[in-house]
């Protein structure tokens, strides 16, 4: 640490969205120079970072060049140009989380194989190439109605993502590699962020349970601590930290999961970096999930996880119908609130349901905070 602050060490960050943003605003704390490489001059973390540069994540020379410039390399999105990290990284620069971790992850068929094979539970699955494969999986009884296609890359925030339901809705399906999976009768879908420093010691954080807006298909709201007994709770922390542990890997992972109506805990996704679920920790959490990702990239002993107060998120999304210059109401009625934390990312343009900021709530009880969280979203509206 002392000399990581008393050299003109540079942290490079690929993508420059609110995460990166939130990384750097802890980073600032410790006086560590940023690096933010984003394809948006005006994405949010630029007006933050030490230094921006111009280019696009999935870039080979963009992201190669870039890693070239800096002492340590880390990220904030998956869609990273996988082979630009590896010749880095066989050149001898370090990049955090390690690229074979990303390559995994980025790929969820090859994730869900992971799972099948360390005994990890998940929905039950099978790999196909392309929709008349499907068709013809359907056809011969291998699948089963309802169930979820999702693309093997590229899908973010439930783009990607399609459920059929039954044989009137297969011209939802699409064209490509696909991992087709059961449809699970979701009671709740939870999250565990999991912490690992380059010892291996390993931290999780307590259980958040996310709310999903239907309409959107985006989290609505996200509560700490979540509703689950304690024993699923154990159970889903126990897992994360088995998960973080036999990657072998050094950073965060954000552990998504599903409890089915059984009452059973599988694992949907995971994601090798901060995440949407820990934006609470900001203020509930004594070591938010952003200074826990920079002592995990810099081998330092990982802080408490130990939960202040209970807290609820509302993620500040852009209205349906509007799109433009952005203008916001409530915030200042929604300040005057005890425990209402805002946070605004600095999007300039609206679209419908984009992200442009997140509200953090706490209160004494998880009931007061969920009172307060809705009086906030009846509040703050983002309009054009
Ligand atoms: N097998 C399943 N059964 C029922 N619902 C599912 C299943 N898989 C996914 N879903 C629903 O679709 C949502 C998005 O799926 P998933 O997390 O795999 O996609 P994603 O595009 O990576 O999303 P995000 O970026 O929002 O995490 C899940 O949060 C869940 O609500
Ligand atoms: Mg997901």
Same mark, same amino acid.
């Given at each position: 640490?002392?000399?990581?602050?008393?050299?003109?060490?540079?942290?490079?960050?690929?993508?420059?969205?609110?995460?990166?943003?939130?990384?750097?605003?802890?980073?600032?704390?410790?006086?560590?120079?940023?690096?933010?490489?984003?394809?948006?001059?005006?994405?949010?973390?630029?007006?933050?970072?030490?230094?921006?540069?111009?280019?696009?994540?999935?870039?080979?020379?963009?992201?190669?060049?870039?890693?070239?410039?800096?002492?340590?390399?880390?990220?904030?999105?998956?869609?990273?140009?996988?082979?630009?990290?590896?010749?880095?990284?066989?050149?001898?620069?370090?990049?955090?989380?390690?690229?074979?971790?990303?390559?995994?992850?980025?790929?969820?068929?090859?994730?869900?194989?992971?799972?099948?094979?360390?005994?990890?539970?998940?929905?039950?699955?099978?790999?196909?190439?392309?929709?008349?494969?499907?068709?013809?999986?359907?056809?011969?009884?291998?699948?089963?109605?309802?169930?979820?296609?999702?693309?093997?890359?590229?899908?973010?925030?439930?783009?990607?993502?399609?459920?059929?339901?039954?044989?009137?809705?297969?011209?939802?399906?699409?064209?490509?590699?696909?991992?087709?999976?059961?449809?699970?009768?979701?009671?709740?879908?939870?999250?565990?962020?999991?912490?690992?420093?380059?010892?291996?010691?390993?931290?999780?954080?307590?259980?958040?349970?996310?709310?999903?807006?239907?309409?959107?298909?985006?989290?609505?709201?996200?509560?700490?601590?979540? &509703? =689950?007994?304690?024993?699923?709770? $154990?159970? +889903?922390?126990?897992? #994360?930290? @088995?998960?973080?542990? /036999?990657?072998?890997?050094?950073?965060?992972?954000?552990?998504?999961?599903?409890?089915?109506?059984?009452?059973?805990?599988?694992?949907?996704?995971?994601?090798?970096?901060?995440?949407?679920?820990?934006?609470?920790?900001?203020?509930?959490?004594?070591?938010?999930?952003?200074?826990?990702?920079?002592?995990?990239?810099?081998?330092?002993?990982?802080?408490?996880?130990?939960?202040?107060?209970?807290?609820?998120?509302?993620?500040?999304?852009?209205?349906?119908?509007?799109?433009?210059?952005?203008?916001?109401?409530?915030?200042?009625?929604?300040?005057?609130?005890?425990?209402?934390?805002?946070?605004?990312?600095?999007?300039?343009?609206?679209?419908?349901?984009?992200?442009?900021?997140?509200? &953090? =709530?706490?209160?004494?009880?998880? $009931?007061? +905070?969920?009172?307060? #969280?809705? @009086?906030?979203?009846? /509040?703050?509206?983002?309009?054009?």
């Amino acid at each position: 640490m002392e000399q990581l602050v008393t050299s003109d060490f540079k942290l490079g960050i690929i993508a420059g969205g609110q995460l990166a943003k939130m990384l750097i605003q802890e980073a600032s704390k410790w006086d560590i120079i940023t690096y933010v490489m984003d394809n948006d001059e005006h994405c949010p973390a630029s007006t933050i970072a030490s230094k921006f540069i111009k280019g696009s994540n999935t870039d080979f020379d963009s992201v190669y060049n870039f890693g070239k410039n800096v002492d340590l390399l880390t990220f904030e999105l998956e869609n990273i140009n996988i082979d630009a990290l590896k010749k880095l990284k066989s050149e001898g620069h370090k990049i955090i989380p390690d690229p074979e971790i990303l390559e995994l992850i980025q790929d969820k068929g090859k994730q869900k194989e992971f799972y099948r094979q360390k005994n990890i539970p998940t929905a039950p699955y099978g790999l196909y190439r392309n929709r008349e494969e499907i068709r013809k999986g359907i056809e011969d009884g291998r699948i089963k109605y309802p169930f979820v296609q999702k693309l093997r890359e590229g899908g973010y925030d439930g783009r990607g993502v399609v459920v059929v339901n039954d044989a009137g809705e297969l011209n939802k399906l699409l064209d490509s590699l696909s991992v087709v999976e059961n449809k699970v009768e979701i009671d709740k879908e939870i999250a565990v962020i999991a912490a690992r420093n380059k010892k291996g010691e390993i931290k999780c954080y307590p259980v958040v349970e996310m709310v999903f807006d239907p309409h959107a298909n985006l989290v609505d709201k996200l509560i700490c601590p979540s &509703t =689950i007994t304690a024993e699923q709770s $154990e159970n +889903a922390i126990r897992i #994360a930290g @088995k998960l973080i542990d /036999l990657l072998d890997m050094q950073g965060l992972l954000a552990v998504e999961f599903f409890l089915d109506t059984n009452g059973e805990i599988m694992v949907n996704e995971v994601a090798p970096r901060t995440h949407n679920s820990g934006h609470h920790t900001i203020e509930s959490i004594i070591t938010s999930q952003f200074e826990q990702h920079l002592r995990t990239i810099f081998d330092l002993p990982l802080g408490s996880t130990r939960l202040k107060l209970p807290a609820v998120m509302i993620n500040i999304l852009g209205a349906e119908g509007y799109q433009g210059p952005v203008k916001y109401l409530g915030l200042t009625e929604s300040m005057a609130i005890e425990g209402v934390k805002i946070h605004l990312y600095g999007k300039k343009i609206t679209k419908p349901f984009r992200k442009m900021g997140h509200v &953090t =709530i706490l209160s004494d009880t998880l $009931e007061s +905070a969920l009172e307060k #969280a809705e @009086k906030v979203k009846k /509040l703050i509206k983002v309009l054009s």
